[in-house]
């Protein structure tokens, strides 16, 4: 079965740094696009980062400079390096897949941004 398992996450004053892992099985991970997006409690998710099969990467304008998405084909993962947070960066992080034949979301991981 298909498993996008998200790791990392956790609390961090504001300014500090975390970096998010998603470790992806029963898909061919070189093929896939991958993604990491938020969700506010009583919101819609939102795009954060993504990352194309062939390495092309979009960030949201509220992370851009401070976030980088990055992947390692051979070990089928994705990474979420995060610096300079801040606190209206809490949320809950997915990891996503996507291919032609489907998409996929992992569990989340919760981040929390407090001092």
């Known amino acids: 079965q298909v498993q996008l398992v998200e790791s990392g996450g956790g609390l961090v004053q504001p300014g500090g740094s975390l970096r998010l892992s998603c470790a992806a099985s029963?898909?061919?991970?070189?093929?896939?696009?991958m993604g990491w997006y938020r969700q506010y409690p009583g919101e819609q998710r939102e795009l954060v980062a993504a990352?194309?099969?062939?390495?092309?990467?979009n960030y949201a304008d509220s992370v851009k400079g401070r976030f980088t998405i990055s992947r390692d084909n051979a070990k089928n993962t994705v990474y979420l390096q995060m610096s300079r947070l801040k606190p209206e960066d809490t949320a809950v992080y997915y990891c996503?897949?996507?291919?032609?034949?489907?998409?996929?979301w992992g569990q989340g991981t919760q981040v929390t941004v407090s001092s």
């Open positions: 990352i194309s099969r062939s390495g092309n990467t």
């Open positions: 996503s897949s996507w291919s032609l034949k489907g998409g996929y």
């Open positions: 029963g898909i061919i991970f070189s093929i896939n696009d």
